[in-house]
């Protein structure tokens, strides 16, 4: 029993791990209870006694003071119980009342001081473990708390790693290039990595007209709020946003709430979009749009998604910026490089109308002779007379070539018009039947006439030439036959639309439109389209003057001509007129078999060019009109002022050495205030015109003419 108790105190007091000490105490403790008992036995069974080992008594209770376990109050409880039975399993009649008081004292006492350490032990034990329990639990409480703070950091870490990743590849998309479309594309790929979304939108601000521009929209397809689509800002989240340049959060599921804070929403809302996030996009400190992000779910996101919204809106609006001024530069260097090419274009029109006019006055001096005596005989020739048909040919080939050089005057704007306020429907309705004749039965002919057409102001027989050209040009490209559409209609154009067309001003226009659905033309074709002797045709088949003769009337009469062509798709040749607020003027029809008029009226008639002044004076002497000849201006001022009778007519050239006509018409007229005066010329100067527009009141006849014009054109002077 003395080595197991020497056992037991060498486990207790030599140092070991706590596992390894508990087993030895453990092992040790229950030997001695095992060798205590059989003792225990022993005395009080056979030797009786029990009573005389009183060092028992204090020895389960020192084991259970040192050793602390549950097996030390377990023995000490079974010690006392064992004192208990022995004093009634005892003698008592061989023991004194001295020695039995001795022994209850000393048996209640141990059981007492027993009790009490037990007690005391188990609670300092309980105590003990408990605070053992709650340092543990704290600690275990901390710990986590310091694993999810670690954990935390760590996902913050990596959000933070991958915003900036984000952030990174963003700029470096908006860094390599200016296709914004490209932009749009990839921006989207990444704000998706950062911020779940079902649609985003990048809308453009349009502050000419309160409008804006869905300039790029993925996800969730809205019908009227797709890309490239115009909305107004009134009624919507975006001119909220751009009004107050703030971001905001606007999630809800009520449709009467988006009904009735952003109305513009309501299409986005009933597709099942229920949260978004609006975000103003700001460069140089002016708002050019909104970013939008929307998600079905609702609540989907936080103010943390909308700060992280408006640093990629930062960026974005950068892109949307530099894309935005680079767009401005190219437009501005291809407006730069269009009107180039219209100066360029004016220049050579200038030059060829230089060119026209110093030939024209001469050549028309020229024409007018040939063509005015070839009428003049076939006036004479009998019908079958073998001499008829050279004439005829004579008088052919002077109509082409008086044609070509009215052409060249019309497309350098220096032919000779005489403005008239015209109904533009009442001119194609008349030319209906003779443009159907001229296109053939293959080719239909559609009439658009708007109702209630403006007013233009032109020249009646040149915006009919107009007419014919195109029809012209329309039916040789539609060889197979097609549809031949010539439609009006009233149109107001602002600053964008005759910002890039040199000479024309906003405002009211009447349209005339010819469209065919002919082969059209490639762009190669359509930038020399109007330029002189330009031709996509057969040699012989065309001069190449049609269409640079529109172009000078159109923009001769202050209009502009816009042309629209694809290959093998047709082409829509547009005119625009300035509209005018007056009444139309009234047009005389002449009669073809009326007879040619003749007078009696005295005639002073001045021309430096003797062959044109001859066939002048035969024709209106023929027809029975008094004549006063003159070769120039001081020569007719002379005739007038020596002449006692009445001049009713003063008939005269306009370009003459010396004096020109207008200044013979001024001084002939303080001599003759009654003098009617007609202006005859190939080609004029600004003197009767401006812009080649005759001045109001001035009576004009063109070279070359024939006799029938000469006498039709007297006749209309002296009757005015």
Not at 315 to 334: D, S
Not at 516 to 525: A, F, I, L, Q, R
């Amino acid at each position: 029993m003395f080595i197991v108790l020497v056992g037991l105190l060498i486990a207790l007091v030599r140092p070991a791990p706590e596992k390894r000490k508990y087993v030895l105490c453990r092992f040790w403790l229950y030997w001695f209870i095992l060798l205590f008992v059989i003792k225990f036995v022993y005395e009080v069974l056979v030797q009786r006694t029990f009573f005389s080992t009183y060092w028992c008594y204090l020895f389960p209770m020192l084991i259970f003071f040192l050793v602390r376990l549950r097996e030390g109050l377990i023995c000490t409880i079974v010690f006392y119980a064992g004192i208990v039975f022995s004093l009634f399993y005892s003698d008592f009649q061989s023991i004194s009342l001295t020695d039995l008081k001795l022994r209850f004292f000393i048996t209640f006492s141990f059981v007492s001081v027993g009790s009490f350490l037990s007690a005391y032990m188990v609670a300092r034990d309980q105590e003990r473990l408990l605070h053992n329990q709650r340092t543990l639990s704290k600690e275990i409480t901390e710990r986590r708390r310091a694993e999810q703070a670690v954990q935390r950091s760590e996902e913050e870490a990596r959000r933070l790693a991958q915003e900036n990743a984000a952030m990174a590849e963003i700029g470096r998309i908006i860094s390599s290039t200016l296709n914004i479309e490209e932009v749009y594309e990839r921006f989207a790929q990444e704000v998706r990595k950062l911020i779940s979304f079902d649609r985003i939108i990048i809308n453009i601000l349009n502050p000419h007209d309160d409008t804006q521009t869905l300039s790029y929209t993925s996800g969730i397809d809205v019908e009227s709020r797709r890309s490239g689509a115009i909305v107004p800002l009134a009624g919507t989240a975006t001119g909220e946003c751009m009004r107050t340049r703030k971001s905001f959060l606007f999630q809800t599921e009520s449709m009467d709430e988006v009904a009735n804070r952003f109305p513009g929403l309501l299409p986005s809302f009933k597709t099942g979009l229920r949260s978004m996030i609006f975000v103003p996009l700001i460069s140089k400190d002016q708002v050019i749009g909104v970013l939008s992000l929307r998600s079905i779910k609702l609540n989907a996101y936080a103010e943390e998604d909308l700060r992280l919204t408006e640093r990629v809106a930062n960026q974005i609006a950068g892109a949307i910026a530099n894309a935005q001024l680079f767009t401005e530069r190219m437009k501005a260097e291809q407006k730069a490089r269009a009107l180039e090419e219209q100066l360029r274009q004016s220049q050579r029109i200038e030059a060829i109308g230089r060119l026209a006019g110093g030939i024209a006055h001469d050549f028309n001096n020229l024409l007018t002779v040939i063509k005015g005596y070839s009428e003049l005989l076939l006036f004479k020739l009998k019908a079958e007379d073998p001499l008829r048909s050279s004439i005829e040919e004579i008088r052919k080939a002077s109509q082409r070539a008086a044609d070509l050089t009215r052409q060249l005057l019309a497309f350098s704007r220096r032919q000779i018009l005489e403005f008239k306020v015209l109904d533009l429907n009442s001119i194609l309705r008349n030319m209906e039947n003779m443009l159907r004749r001229l296109i053939g039965e293959d080719i239909e002919l559609v009439y658009r006439l708007s109702d209630h057409l403006g007013k233009i102001r032109t020249d009646s027989g040149q915006i009919e030439q107009v007419v014919l050209n195109l029809t012209v040009n329309a039916r040789d490209a539609m060889p197979s036959g097609g549809k031949l559409t010539i439609e009006t209609a009233n149109v107001e154009l602002d600053e964008a639309h005759t910002r890039g067309h040199i000479g024309m001003k906003p405002g009211r226009y009447v349209m005339l439109s010819v469209s065919d659905t002919g082969c059209g033309m490639s762009p190669e074709v359509k930038e020399h389209l109007f330029e002189p002797f330009f031709t996509t045709k057969e040699w012989g088949k065309g001069t190449g003057l049609g269409l640079s003769t529109v172009y000078g009337i159109v923009k001769q009469s202050g209009g502009d001509i816009w042309v629209y062509s694809e290959l093998n798709q047709g082409t829509t040749i547009k005119i625009y007129l300035p509209e005018v607020e007056e009444e139309a003027d009234l047009l005389l029809e002449q009669d073809a078999k009326a007879s040619l008029p003749s007078g009696k009226e005295t005639i002073l008639l001045v021309e430096d060019e003797p062959s044109v002044k001859g066939f002048a004076a035969r024709v209106l002497s023929e027809s029975g009109y008094h004549l006063l000849e003159a070769a120039n201006g001081h020569e007719a001022f002379r005739i007038a002022q020596e002449y006692a009778g009445k001049i009713d007519l003063l008939l005269t050239d306009v370009v003459m050495p010396q004096m020109g006509g207008k200044e013979l018409a001024d001084r002939v007229k303080a001599l003759h205030p009654q003098l009617k005066v007609l202006f005859t010329s190939g080609y004029t100067d600004n003197t009767i015109v401006h812009h080649g527009v005759l001045d109001p009141g001035i009576l004009f006849l063109q070279k070359p003419f024939s006799p029938e014009t000469l006498l039709r054109r007297v006749r209309e002077a002296l009757d005015r």
